[in-house]
């Protein structure tokens, strides 16, 4: 079974200070990749995701995440966070063919908090 | 504007009552899901369905039950709501074959079982 480790439970920026969340995913085969971010009070909504071609991938807000396969891995980054930056993000994979293609795996989720 | 909507934002229900979350979206999705989240222990799938009067079990099905009589429509139940059940549930949907495109969420059902 699929599963994903989210490295940092909470991390605490200030104003203008570089991001990097970690995401590492356990399978072996073909996977997509999603960030999430979930606002206070709001609902979840999609950060990006990665599904083919260049790995380097770009979202809303100036979000960006590298997927490296030899690594597993997923991380999320900005380079310069803001106070409306704080929010609970989660990494999520599921595979694009097969048994219960589709259905995604979420990580514990990481906490941003941004001191303006 | 896409929406997935989730009959109630709060819910105060006694520990031993039934229980009906639900969820309605008007994305003509296939894919419905029912999420609980949880402090520190993230999105864990309760139950999913691909199709109408289809459902298939998440990673904690225990205690709920699940009704997809419609497309549109996806019904958690609680057969008889425990403390343990008090909790955020989300629902989402998604494209049966575009699994590239990720999930809608509803705003969630904030659930204190008393």
């Known amino acids: 079974a699929q599963s994903v480790s989210q490295h940092n439970h909470h991390v605490i920026l200030s104003e203008a200070a570089s991001l990097e969340l970690g995401c590492n995913y356990s399978y072996g085969g073909t996977v997509n990749l999603f960030w999430y971010v979930q606002y206070p009070g709001q609902h979840l909504q999609l950060l990006l995701k990665y599904f083919s071609g260049d790995p380097l991938v770009k979202g809303i807000k100036g979000f960006e995440a590298e997927f490296i396969k030899s690594k597993f891995s997923f991380n999320l980054r900005k380079p310069s966070v803001q106070w409306s930056d704080t929010a609970e993000y989660f990494c999520?994979?599921?595979?694009?063919?097969?048994?219960?293609?589709?259905?995604?795996?979420f990580g514990d989720g990481t906490t941003l908090t941004v001191k303006p | 504007d896409v929406k997935v909507t989730q009959s109630s934002r709060y819910l105060v229900k006694r520990t031993g009552e039934k229980v009906f979350l639900e969820c309605v979206q008007d994305?003509?999705?296939?894919?419905m899901f029912w999420y609980r989240q949880d402090p520190g222990l993230g999105l864990r799938l309760i139950y999913f369905?691909?199709?109408?009067?289809?459902?298939e079990k998440g990673d904690i099905p225990e205690g709920y039950s699940v009704s997809r009589e419609k497309k549109e429509r996806f019904s958690l139940i609680l057969e008889s709501a425990s403390t343990n059940q008090t909790s955020m549930y989300l629902c989402a949907s998604s494209l049966y074959n575009k699994p590239t495109y990720g999930y809608t969420f509803g705003s969630g059902t904030r659930l204190t079982v008393v």
């Open positions: 999520a994979v599921n595979r694009p063919r097969g048994t219960n293609a589709g259905k995604s795996t």
């Open positions: 369905s691909y199709d109408v009067k289809m459902k």
């Open positions: 994305m003509d999705h296939e894919n």
